[in-house]
């Protein structure tokens, strides 16, 4: 029978009631969903997790009654981010949108 430390102990304990509400690319990207959670009032915690084929994951957690929630937070989040870069992307091109029209051929 294998040994659990106490600092494993203590980490379920304090995910118990924790549901994953999405799993991040990368830690910069929690840390963004982390920080995003927390604005709209949403208790989060960051866990790296490790699969049966030893891939890490770093999952964005939350109580489950708050998932719902947390879901439509960053849904709208990354609709906003989508519409933005599509913004973005249009301003690039009406800058370059009749330029040759003033270039001087003289």
Known sequence: MTKRSRKDQKSQAKLQGYVVVTFAEDLDQARDFESLLKANDVPVVVEEQ??????????V??????????HVIIESQDAYDDFYDFAVDDDEDDEDFGADAFDDDF
Not at 50 to 59: C, R, T, V
Not at 61 to 70: A, C, G, K, R
Request: glycine share 4%.
């Open 61 to 70: 957690m939350v109580p489950e009654e708050f998932l719902d929630e947390s």
């Open 50 to 59: 490790k699969d049966q084929m030893g891939n890490s994951e770093i999952a």
